[in-house]
């Protein structure tokens, strides 16, 4: 399929006209706007440079919230209460510090300050959230994404100590798990979510969990 250019017109073509690896459209912007239109066909964006890529892979990497893994040095840890949970209370801080964290293999960030903006009006909106681990007072984990209706679209986790992202996002599963959640996209494949219960669906299925929960 031929690579769709965007405009500043609000549209997305057809999920089916994405290519084998999921690219389906380039340019536009990540306005607050074209972002919840993305996130409602099952589209997330990605950056290379400047311009913001559109994707929507086949297969999807998923999580059923009641698949999530929690091995017993997990277990313990969190028995242990060493770390603190929450959510919602440091947004901002979440954000900035996955787009400021470096990560092995990647030459800076695909969070650029218009998305970083967009993303803290979803946030005062109500549309994007974080969870937050803490220790002693201080932030040291945490992750952020999108919810729709009973779909969490997770986009990006840091820790600054060992196995603080991972307490963030178990617990958080757990409490979204409560909250009705069904699924939680994890867009594509890590060893890392693998080992916390993701698996594969069909694009066409992920589709129409969207359709039915959004």
């Keep these: 399929m031929p690579l769709h250019a965007l405009d500043q017109s609000l549209w997305f073509p057809p999920v089916e006209d ?9 340019g536009g912007d990540v306005s607050v706007n074209r972002l919840l239109l993305a996130y409602k066909q099952g589209i997330f964006p990605w950056y290379d440079g ?3 890529l559109w994707w ?12 999530v893994k929690v091995s017993k ?14 959510i919602d209370q440091s947004f901002t801080q979440v954000i900035r510090n996955c787009k400021e964290l470096q990560r092995k293999g990647q030459d800076g960030t695909w969070i650029t300050d218009e998305l970083e903006a967009s993303l803290n009006e979803l946030h005062a ?11 002693n007072g201080h932030l040291v984990g945490g992750l952020y ?11 990006s986790m840091f820790s ?17 798990q409560q909250e009705g959640v069904c699924l939680i996209d994890c867009q594509v494949y890590t060893p890392h979510l693998e080992s916390l219960g993701a698996e594969m669906i069909a694009r ?8 039915t929960h959004s």
């Design 204 to 211: 066409k299925e992920f589709m129409n969990i969207l359709k």
């Design 125 to 135: 909106s109500g549309f994007a959230h974080s969870a937050e681990t803490w220790l």
């Design 50 to 52: 400047d311009i913001p």
């Design 73 to 86: 040095s997990m277990e313990s840890l969190i028995k242990k209460k060493s770390f603190q949970f929450t």
């Design 18 to 26: 994405a290519g084998e690896d999921g690219l389906l459209a380039m």
């Design 145 to 155: 994404g999108i919810r729709m209706g009973e779909l969490f679209f997770g986009e």
């Design 56 to 67: 929507c892979p086949d297969p999807r990497f998923v999580l059923y919230p009641k698949n």
């Design 160 to 176: 600054k100590e060992s196995n603080a992202s991972k307490f963030a996002f178990i617990r958080y599963i757990q409490q979204l």
